[in-house]
């Protein structure tokens, strides 16, 4: 059975980025409505029951046939909302990037400043609802949206940190302007956690 990972933070200490009350529900109510969706669509299957989350959205292809879109929507639902609660935390003064990806991100976008130019321009003209990342592909990063509960992880690449573009992340705050919870965001990234992930796929 597929479960919600512990939150290493309470709702309200992302105030003012994200308020508690969106918080709580996108954890209690979206979040957890997606893992009782896979959960249901996984009974009675031991095989796939077996496998890791990212196993399961990795190989959609394998999946059969009658619950494979229900594995890739909540599958991909579970998946996206744990790394990204995984990469908030409470805002820091200051907040950027560190270590070895600090300057592999300078490398590539030149600036922390224009790469998060360039994320946000991506995310706000991303149509409806879905998610912005950052991702490592091969030896390089690169930015990239998915639509709906879609994850990088489905068409091989590895995600370092995503944001997620539905309303129900920030209309409660935020109502249609969605470039102003990007702004917000940028305070609260965990930039450690972002390191971590890609210190893992480096097989660091
Ligand atoms: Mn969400």
């Known amino acids: 059975m597929h479960q919600l990972p512990t939150l290493p933070y309470s709702y309200k200490t ?18 957890q409505g997606y893992i009782d969706k896979l959960n249901k669509a996984l009974e009675g299957r031991d095989d796939l029951q077996k496998k ?14 009658d619950i494979r879109t229900t594995i890739r929507n909540n599958g991909g639902g579970h998946y996206n909302h744990s790394l990204f609660w995984e990469t908030l ?37 991303h149509f409806g609802s879905g998610w912005a990342w950052l991702v490592r592909d091969g030896d390089k990063l690169a930015l990239m949206t998915t ?9 091989g690449l590895k995600p370092l940190l995503g944001l997620d573009l539905w309303e ?3 209309y409660l705050k935020y109502q249609n302007k969605r470039i102003d919870y990007i ?21 660091a």
Do not use: C
């Open 14 to 31: 992302l105030e003012p980025y994200i308020d508690a009350q969106t918080m709580e529900i996108h954890y209690t109510k979206h979040h």
């Open 52 to 65: 890791s989350i990212e196993e399961l959205i990795s190989n959609l292809e394998s999946i059969p046939e």
């Open 89 to 125: 935390r409470p805002a820091q003064e200051n907040n950027q990037p560190i270590g070895v990806l600090a300057k592999e991100m300078g490398e590539t976008f030149q600036s922390f400043d224009i790469f998060k130019e360039s994320f946000a321009k991506m995310a706000v003209s």
């Open 147 to 155: 639509a709906n509960q879609d994850s990088p992880v489905s068409t």
């Open 168 to 170: 129900h992340a920030y």
């Open 183 to 203: 702004g917000a965001w940028w305070n609260i990234v965990n930039w450690e956690e972002v390191q971590k992930n890609d210190e893992s796929y480096r097989g």
